[in-house]
């Protein structure tokens, strides 16, 4: 059997290594129960703030809902009114864009169109000065050829007398020459000749008649080529007049088609007369219509964001709302009051859950380490031969260590090292029985 000293002795030594023991192996399990703890806390306050997000979230949600249907119904009856006022005001843009382009087109087609009527006008005046001019020429030529036909009666007139006389003429003379064929001399055939005509003829008057024959001649002569002259100058008189004619009809349709341009031209000056300045104010107009409409855009996009504020509270009520009917409290036909309630239920038992494992494991490991501290001191003053304070300290190191065993128990976990080590010191010191040289 051991004696009391040699128990004595053992006891103190497996204080000594147990304590070693116990604070190496305290240090690990607090860390390892501080993790475990940190579970708790977190999964405590994460439950813990879906609750709250929910509470705080319903009640901004109920104590709202009456401002933002009002500001809903307000801000969807202001919208409807802007999308159909941007709707007008894009189709009175487009239109705009039409009448630009129809304004341009008039524009183009009244320039070219006068353009075209001027050059046109320009080219009548020249060419009616040309056709004046030959009018008149051709009127001065038909004012000379009025005296042709009297000048071609005449002429007729002088040639039928010229062929009388000539064949007047050459029957005297063949009256003559038959009688002086026949042997009648020429004084006798004169004279016989003479009593046939009862006139007296002589070869004088036969040579002034032959001279008077010869010049009416010459005369008939020159008077036919004049004659035949004045026929070409009336051919080529009539040959104008017919071009002239045709150029002053040519030019009556000129100026029948210069009418119409002209009344074109008219036409097109009503349609565009003030058509840039009318432009210019719908323009002004659609500007300021844009800007009060963007204006108004941006009234509606303040005015959604705060109505975002209340429907993003709305969608994290309802996602902790999910959370907790997901984690089995209440239903998708619960009211947020029922979800809560059943929901704060559990908050309440996880924050008793937290609070008893906060206390446990803060009181485990003060009480662990004080009864490891404790009884080293206890060691010590044993080991200075104080043995009363050394047994007081060896007692209250053997009870802080069973109160740090409750407390882990409480916790969850046994750690127990620390109560056996003060225990053991304990039994060394209360077995000494006196003190022990230092």
């Not at 709707?87 to 006068?114: G, I, P, R």
Request: proline fraction near 1%; include cysteine; aromatic fraction near 6%.
């Amino acid at each position: 059997m051991l004696g009391k000293q040699q128990f004595r002795t053992i006891s103190l030594v497996i204080a000594v290594i147990l304590l070693v023991v116990a604070f190496m192996v305290g240090i690990l399990n607090k860390s390892d129960d501080k993790l475990e703890l940190r579970q708790v806390q977190g999964e405590y306050n994460d439950f813990k703030a879906i609750v709250d997000t929910l509470s705080e979230n319903d009640k901004k949600l109920t104590d709202g809902k009456v401002d933002y249907d009002s500001e809903k119904a307000s801000y969807d009856e202001d919208k409807a009114a802007y999308d159909k006022a941007v709707a007008d005001c894009d189709a009175q843009e487009v239109k705009f864009d039409e009448d630009v382009m129809s304004y341009n087109q008039k524009l183009a087609q009244y320039n070219v169109t006068k353009d075209a009527v001027s050059s046109g006008k320009t080219a009548y005046n020249s060419g009616k000065t040309q056709l004046d001019e030959g009018w008149k020429t051709v009127n001065e030529g038909e004012a000379q050829l009025k005296e042709l036909d009297k000048a071609k009666s005449a002429y007729s007139s002088a040639k039928s007398q010229y062929d009388q006389s000539a064949a007047a003429y050459n029957k005297l003379t063949k009256a003559i020459s038959d009688l002086e064929d026949k042997g009648v001399p020429h004084i006798m055939a004169l004279t016989m000749v003479s009593a046939t005509t009862g006139q007296i003829v002589t070869d004088d008057s036969l040579a002034e008649m032959k001279s008077q024959l010869d010049s009416a001649k010459k005369q008939l002569d020159t008077a036919k080529e004049q004659l035949d002259q004045a026929e070409k100058a009336k051919a080529q008189l009539d040959s104008a007049k017919s071009q002239l004619e045709k150029g002053q009809s040519e030019l009556d349709s000129a100026k029948s088609q210069l009418d119409a341009g002209e009344k074109q031209v008219s036409k097109l000056q009503k349609e565009i007369s003030g058509g840039q300045e009318k432009l210019d104010a719908e323009q002004k107009a659609l500007t300021d219509k844009r800007a009060e409409l963007d204006k108004t855009k941006e009234e509606l996009e303040a005015r959604s964001d705060k109505l975002k504020e209340y429907e993003t509270i709305a969608e994290k009520a309802q996602r902790s709302r999910e959370k907790l009917i997901d984690a089995g409290y209440g239903s998708a036909e619960d009211d947020n009051a029922a979800i809560l309630a059943s929901a704060q239920a559990h908050e309440s038992k996880l924050h008793g859950e937290y609070i008893r494992a906060t206390v446990s494991y803060s009181v485990t490991y003060a009480a662990y380490m004080l009864a490891i501290v404790i009884a080293i001191i206890a060691l010590v003053k044993l080991k200075k031969g104080k043995l009363k304070p050394a047994t007081t300290l060896a007692v209250a190191a053997a009870a802080l260590g069973a109160v740090s065993l409750i407390a882990s128990v409480v916790f969850g976990s046994v750690h127990s090292l620390a109560f056996a080590a003060a225990v053991f010191t304990a039994v060394g010191v209360c077995l000494t029985e006196k003190p022990e040289a230092a």
